[in-house]
Each structure stands twice: as structure tokens, then as C-alpha cells.
């Protein structure tokens, strides 16, 4: 029986298994209905009340039912087809929705989606095409710009960057979109970053690591604290007599940064250290005297043996006294330094957990374009060092015919998520369990050399995952796609909700299915009738993705957007 608030059997549909031991129709407490679904599927009992008293309904052979219901609606004619869409928008409408989801049809015109600007901007995180992002760079409305510039996209031109930039009246988020362009790469112009220092956010804009050093003596000298503590950060570009105006600043704060700086390559004695109101960063980065490096360890305090762990500057010998530290992380963190040899590595007791989430080590990530490097550290000990080489976009034969048989797991998925020299069998072993990340989405089936011929023998496996790629053969048919739609798998059913060779009817069947998301994925399909696909343009639930379908003619989508615009207006 359907019962609001309860589920059952990991479906959607609001079902809860009852028995009935009474004779005719069973009823429940007051006036309220109900409906029954017999066990097996097949028999439909529902009471609704009505002001002549109760109305009964019994449905038998109901899957054959819902078949020809599916088969009568796939029929359509063209002049049935012409005359829906020339009904389309109507009444009841729900243009919010439409907005929210047109952006995401991808028969949506660069002019529409320019329209959709004035709408509805958060299509703008899923976009890609350049006059529509040309277009939001110059959009006069701020929310828009912002909104682009919000998402940190890397696909944005360095120009587009510049524009945008330049079109931001709001001095902070100027400063901001700049940090943001350079984190993608982009390279600002001179006459822009001379505009940023001008501005009143003076201070993080000398931060910006694009600043030519002809800015930094100036910047060196200026009269606001914070630009001056910025400049450190510049040390290895400083002239000797400004380092040393810094190192004598007036400034507690540039003193002290100007001192970390300077002891990055300077060692650092015992009575500048102990002077430190905070030492952690001196432990963290600096170069320490061999005296006081000997001594830290010694005092006991885990902390800060953890904080030398990671100290880019710490000399062989205290790397190799915190090799053998009795504590686990402090061995840990020492045992993935760059300054190690895989020796080395090796004969640290580290505690790793497979299973935890991983990210690629930075300094591996440096050496991706070093082909020796690549070969050296494939073969590390430590699984986090071998996972950071399977990231690289390239890697050499012999590197990927090692990692392509690595026995961690999550060394061979990246290798399949993210080189373009992965093999095709194991792109197919790891496609087995891994079907894409928010990442890298797709990977490994979108990957180049993921296999798409001989697919079609897994249409019979007993694995859904691999009956899935059967439709990706160039040998599949349209037949091939309606045993795929009814399988007993979600899954699979889904993949085949998405063909374009998909039945009519078995799009119309689908809109019906148990699991949401394959009934989310039919509303999709542009295999639907125009007028079952007008419907759900007009159900509040399923409007969103309807509007997404890419069968919707461009005419149609534009008065949808047409409607949608006045309804945003009106809530403005």
C-alpha cells in the first residue's frame, strides 16, 4: 500500500508491504483513499472518496497495461507534433523552473543562453562556450560577473580574466578575481596591476606573485605596514640593501616576516629563535643553526618534532633522527619529504591508510615533466608517492606499464582518471568498480583509449556495469537499447534511458520506472512525443528537466524563456 513517509526495498515509490485477511474491498480510518500494488506488480486497487460516495478501482495485468498505455503514446505525427509545440508555453506554466534548467539544453542557442543572462545566471557553472562567456564578462549587471568569476573556472581566456577585472567596480573583489586569475594562469598586464596597487586594497594587492620586480623596491618602502610585511614574501627578489631596510623595519610585523625570510637560507641561532613570540613558522620553514636543530627534538614536544618533520631546511641529519621517531605521524610526514631517496623511504616505519582519501603530493607534481623522475618514484615504496605519478597527464611507457599493474588499487584508478597514456585493459579492469568522480567525470569510460569495439559481448554479463558498455559498441542496435531498457538493473536501464535510439515507447515506459534517476534520465531522452514531453514541461516536478530536453524546438524555447523572464521580472 502507498503510505505518505515511508519507503521500503531502497526504490523511491511510497510502498509498505500489508496483508488484508477480510473479504471485498478493504477500507481505511475516515475519509481518506488509498492505493494497493499487489506483490508481483500486476494488480492495482485503489478507493478514492468522492461526494457520491467511494470510487473503486481495480487494475489486473498491469505491466501489460502500462505497456500499451507507453505503445499508444509513442505514436505521434508530425502535424500532432507541430500543433503541441504551438501550444507550448501554456497553461499551468512554471517558468522558475524553466529558468533554473534551460541552460543545461544543450540545443539551447548561444543567443538564448545570452538572453538567460538577464534570467538566470547559474547556468553559467556548467558553460563552456565563448560568446556566452564573453558575453557574462561584459554584462552590466555585477551579480552576473560575479557570479563568473565566483565559479574559479580555469576555462576563462586570460583576456576574459583581464575584462573582468577591469569591469569590477568593487576594489576588494578586484583584488580578488586578480588572486583568482592568477591561480588559473592568467598573466595580468602592467598598467592593470599598477591600477590594483593604486586602489585602496593597496596591501593584498602587493601579495599578487605576477608583480614584475621593478614594483617590489617601491612596494619595499611603502609607508602602509602591510604592503611592506607583503614584499617579504618576495625574498629571493630582493636587493641586498632592501632586505636589509626590512630586516631594521619599524614595523614589529615586517621585522619578523623580513626574519623568517631571511633565515630561509640563513641558519637560525638559539637566541633569535627563543625571541619568537610564535615560532611555529620558524619551524615549519626555516634554516636552523645545527646546534639549535639538535636540541628541539630532544625537548620532548611532539609538536614541534612535528612541525620540523615537514621543514623543507632541515638538514640529513635531523631527517634522519625524525625517521625513527617513536610517533607514528612525525615518521609518517617525514617518510613523503622530497629530499628523501626511495632508500631512504623505504626503511621508515610510516603508517598510511590505503583507503583514506589522497591528493597528489605537490613536489611529485613538479617533477611530472622529469621522465628519470617519473621512473624513480614509480617505483617508490610509499603508495602516496606512486598515486602522485599516476596523476601526471604523460608519463613514459615503462612508468605506465608499472603503475598499470601497481597492486594499489587507487594507484591504477588515477593512472585510468588521469593519464592519457593509460592502457585500454585497464581502463576496462577499473571500469569494473569506478564509474568517474566530481573530478574527473566520466573517467575512464570518456578516457581517449577506453575501448569501443567488442563491447557488445557484455550485453549478457552478469555484471550490470559491463552490460552497460554494450550500447557503446558501434554494432548496437536499436534492439539492442530496448533489451537494455527493461533490464532488471537500475543502472543499466538509466544508460539506456539516455540513447537517442531509444523507442518512443519505451521513453514513454521509463518515465514510470522505480528508481527516480532513471525517470529523471527519460525525461531527457529527445525520443519523446512532443506531447507527452508538453506535459511534463507543465508538472511542477519534473518542469526543471524537462525544459533540458534537447528535442524542444528553438523557437519553443525561446517563448519558454520568454515566460520565464517575465515571471523573474516580476519577482524582482
Same mark, same amino acid.
Given at each position: 500500500?502507498?503510505?505518505?513517509?515511508?519507503?521500503?526495498?531502497?526504490?523511491?515509490?511510497?510502498?509498505?508491504?500489508?496483508?488484508?485477511? *477480510?473479504? *471485498?474491498?478493504?477500507?481505511?480510518?475516515?475519509?481518506?483513499?488509498?492505493?494497493?500494488?499487489?506483490?508481483?506488480?500486476?494488480?492495482?486497487? #485503489?478507493?478514492?472518496? *468522492?461526494?457520491?460516495?467511494?470510487?473503486?478501482? !481495480?487494475?489486473?495485468?498491469?505491466?501489460?497495461?502500462?505497456?500499451? =498505455? !507507453?505503445?499508444?503514446?509513442?505514436?505521434?505525427?508530425?502535424?500532432?507534433?507541430?500543433?503541441?509545440?504551438?501550444?507550448?508555453?501554456?497553461?499551468?506554466?512554471?517558468?522558475?523552473?524553466?529558468?533554473?534548467?534551460?541552460?543545461?539544453?544543450p540545443a539551447a542557442t548561444d543567443e538564448l543562453l545570452i538572453r538567460l543572462l538577464d534570467v538566470y545566471e547559474g547556468f553559467l557553472h556548467g558553460c563552456d562556450r565563448p560568446a556566452v562567456l564573453d558575453a557574462a564578462v561584459a554584462h552590466p549587471d555585477p551579480r552576473v560577473r560575479s557570479g563568473l568569476a565566483d565559479i574559479f573556472r580555469p576555462k576563462l581566456t586570460p583576456d576574459q580574466w583581464v575584462r573582468l577585472i577591469r569591469a569590477e567596480p568593487s576594489p576588494d573583489r578586484r583584488v580578488l578575481w586578480a588572486e583568482r586569475a592568477c591561480a @588559473?594562469?592568467?598573466?595580468?598586464?602592467?598598467d592593470l596591476c599598477d591600477d590594483l596597487l593604486a586602489g585602496p586594497s593597496r596591501p593584498r594587492a602587493a601579495e599578487l606573485p605576477v608583480l614584475a620586480a621593478q614594483h617590489l623596491p617601491g612596494l619595499a618602502a611603502d609607508a602602509d605596514p602591510r604592503v611592506r610585511r607583503a614584499t617579504c614574501a618576495r625574498w629571493a627578489d630582493l636587493g641586498a640593501p632592501v632586505r636589509e631596510r626590512l630586516l631594521a623595519d619599524s614595523d614589529y610585523a615586517v621585522r619578523t616576516a623580513a626574519l623568517l625570510a631571511h633565515h630561509t637560507d640563513v641558519p637560525m641561532?638559539?637566541?633569535?629563535?627563543?625571541?619568537?613570540?610564535?615560532?611555529?613558522?620558524?619551524?615549519?620553514? @626555516? @634554516?636552523?643553526?645545527?646546534?639549535?636543530?639538535?636540541?628541539?627534538?630532544?625537548?620532548?614536544?611532539?609538536?614541534?618534532?612535528? &612541525?620540523?618533520?615537514?621543514?623543507?631546511?632541515?638538514?640529513?641529519?635531523?631527517?634522519?633522527?625524525?625517521?625513527?621517531?617513536?610517533?607514528?605521524?612525525?615518521?609518517?610526514? =617525514?617518510?613523503?619529504?622530497?629530499?628523501?631517496?626511495?632508500?631512504?623511504?623505504?626503511?621508515?616505519?610510516?603508517?598510511?591508510?590505503?583507503?583514506?582519501?589522497?591528493?597528489?603530493?605537490?613536489?611529485?607534481?613538479?617533477?611530472?615533466?622529469?621522465?628519470?623522475?617519473?621512473?624513480?618514484?614509480?617505483?617508490?615504496?610509499?603508495?602516496?608517492?606512486?598515486?602522485?605519478?599516476?596523476? %601526471?597527464?604523460?608519463?613514459?611507457?615503462?612508468?605506465?606499464?608499472?603503475?598499470?599493474?601497481?597492486?594499489?588499487?587507487? =594507484?591504477?584508478?588515477?593512472?585510468?582518471?588521469? @593519464?592519457?597514456?593509460?592502457?585500454?585493459?585497464?581502463?576496462?579492469? $577499473?571500469?569494473?568498480?569506478?564509474?568517474?568522480?566530481?573530478?574527473?567525470?566520466?573517467?575512464?569510460?570518456?578516457?581517449?583509449?577506453?575501448?569501443?569495439?567488442?563491447?557488445?559481448?557484455?550485453?549478457?554479463?552478469?555484471?550490470?556495469?559491463?552490460?552497460?558498455?554494450?550500447?557503446?559498441?558501434?554494432?548496437?542496435?536499436?534492439?539492442?537499447?530496448?533489451?537494455? &531498457?527493461?533490464?532488471?538493473?537500475?543502472?543499466?536501464?538509466?544508460?539506456?534511458?539516455?540513447?537517442?535510439?531509444?523507442?518512443?515507447?519505451?521513453?514513454?515506459?521509463?518515465?514510470?520506472?522505480?528508481? #527516480?534517476?532513471?525517470?529523471?534520465? #527519460?525525461?531527457?531522452?529527445?525520443?519523446?512525443?512532443?506531447?507527452?514531453?508538453?506535459?511534463?514541461?507543465?508538472?511542477?516536478?519534473?518542469?526543471?528537466?524537462?525544459?533540458?530536453?534537447? #528535442?524542444?524546438?528553438?523557437? $519553443?524555447?525561446?517563448?519558454?524563456?520568454?515566460?520565464?523572464?517575465?515571471?523573474?521580472? %516580476?519577482?524582482?
Amino acid at each position: 500500500m502507498a503510505v505518505l513517509g515511508h519507503r521500503i526495498g531502497g526504490n523511491d515509490a511510497w510502498w509498505t508491504r500489508v496483508r488484508y485477511a *477480510g473479504s *471485498g474491498v478493504p477500507e481505511v480510518n475516515g475519509d481518506l483513499g488509498f492505493v494497493a500494488l499487489s506483490l508481483d506488480g500486476q494488480v492495482l486497487l #485503489a478507493e478514492v472518496p *468522492g461526494a457520491d460516495g467511494p470510487r473503486v478501482t !481495480a487494475l489486473d495485468r498491469l505491466s501489460e497495461r502500462l505497456e500499451e =498505455v !507507453a505503445e499508444a503514446a509513442g505514436r505521434e505525427t508530425e502535424a500532432e507534433r507541430a500543433e503541441t509545440w504551438a501550444a507550448v508555453p501554456g497553461r499551468p506554466a512554471w517558468p522558475l523552473h524553466w529558468a533554473e534548467g534551460i541552460g543545461s539544453n544543450p540545443a539551447a542557442t548561444d543567443e538564448l543562453l545570452i538572453r538567460l543572462l538577464d534570467v538566470y545566471e547559474g547556468f553559467l557553472h556548467g558553460c563552456d562556450r565563448p560568446a556566452v562567456l564573453d558575453a557574462a564578462v561584459a554584462h552590466p549587471d555585477p551579480r552576473v560577473r560575479s557570479g563568473l568569476a565566483d565559479i574559479f573556472r580555469p576555462k576563462l581566456t586570460p583576456d576574459q580574466w583581464v575584462r573582468l577585472i577591469r569591469a569590477e567596480p568593487s576594489p576588494d573583489r578586484r583584488v580578488l578575481w586578480a588572486e583568482r586569475a592568477c591561480a @588559473c594562469g592568467a598573466e595580468l598586464p602592467e598598467d592593470l596591476c599598477d591600477d590594483l596597487l593604486a586602489g585602496p586594497s593597496r596591501p593584498r594587492a602587493a601579495e599578487l606573485p605576477v608583480l614584475a620586480a621593478q614594483h617590489l623596491p617601491g612596494l619595499a618602502a611603502d609607508a602602509d605596514p602591510r604592503v611592506r610585511r607583503a614584499t617579504c614574501a618576495r625574498w629571493a627578489d630582493l636587493g641586498a640593501p632592501v632586505r636589509e631596510r626590512l630586516l631594521a623595519d619599524s614595523d614589529y610585523a615586517v621585522r619578523t616576516a623580513a626574519l623568517l625570510a631571511h633565515h630561509t637560507d640563513v641558519p637560525m641561532p638559539r637566541e633569535v629563535f627563543a625571541a619568537l613570540p610564535d615560532p611555529q613558522r620558524a619551524l615549519e620553514r @626555516c @634554516c636552523l643553526t645545527p646546534e639549535l636543530e639538535g636540541e628541539l627534538p630532544r625537548e620532548g614536544d611532539a609538536e614541534i618534532r612535528r &612541525a620540523l618533520a615537514g621543514n623543507p631546511n632541515l638538514s640529513a641529519h635531523g631527517v634522519a633522527v625524525l625517521a625513527q621517531d617513536p610517533r607514528d605521524d612525525i615518521r609518517s610526514t =617525514v617518510a613523503l619529504r622530497p629530499d628523501l631517496s626511495e632508500e631512504q623511504r623505504a626503511a621508515i616505519r610510516y603508517d598510511f591508510d590505503p583507503s583514506s582519501l589522497s591528493h597528489a603530493l605537490p613536489w611529485v607534481e613538479e617533477l611530472h615533466g622529469d621522465a628519470d623522475a617519473m621512473r624513480r618514484l614509480a617505483a617508490s615504496s610509499h603508495p602516496l608517492v606512486r598515486r602522485s605519478v599516476a596523476r %601526471a597527464r604523460r608519463l613514459p611507457p615503462d612508468v605506465v606499464t608499472r603503475l598499470a599493474r601497481d597492486d594499489d588499487r587507487v =594507484v591504477r584508478l588515477f593512472l585510468a582518471e588521469s @593519464c592519457e597514456d593509460a592502457p585500454a585493459d585497464l581502463l576496462l579492469e $577499473v571500469w569494473r568498480w569506478w564509474d568517474g568522480s566530481f573530478s574527473h567525470p566520466g573517467r575512464p569510460r570518456s578516457h581517449p583509449s577506453f575501448p569501443r569495439t567488442g563491447l557488445l559481448r557484455y550485453i549478457r554479463d552478469p555484471s550490470g556495469r559491463m552490460r552497460r558498455l554494450a550500447l557503446d559498441d558501434p554494432a548496437s542496435t536499436p534492439a539492442d537499447v530496448a533489451r537494455l &531498457a527493461r533490464d532488471p538493473e537500475a543502472e543499466v536501464r538509466r544508460r539506456a534511458a539516455e540513447d537517442p535510439r531509444l523507442a518512443p515507447a519505451d521513453a514513454v515506459r521509463l518515465l514510470n520506472d522505480p528508481e #527516480a534517476y532513471v525517470r529523471d534520465t #527519460a525525461v531527457r531522452n529527445p525520443r519523446l512525443p512532443a506531447r507527452v514531453l508538453a506535459g511534463l514541461l507543465h508538472d511542477r516536478d519534473t518542469a526543471c528537466a524537462a525544459v533540458t530536453n534537447p #528535442a524542444i524546438p528553438v523557437p $519553443v524555447l525561446n517563448r519558454i524563456l520568454t515566460s520565464a523572464a517575465t515571471a523573474v521580472a %516580476a519577482r524582482r
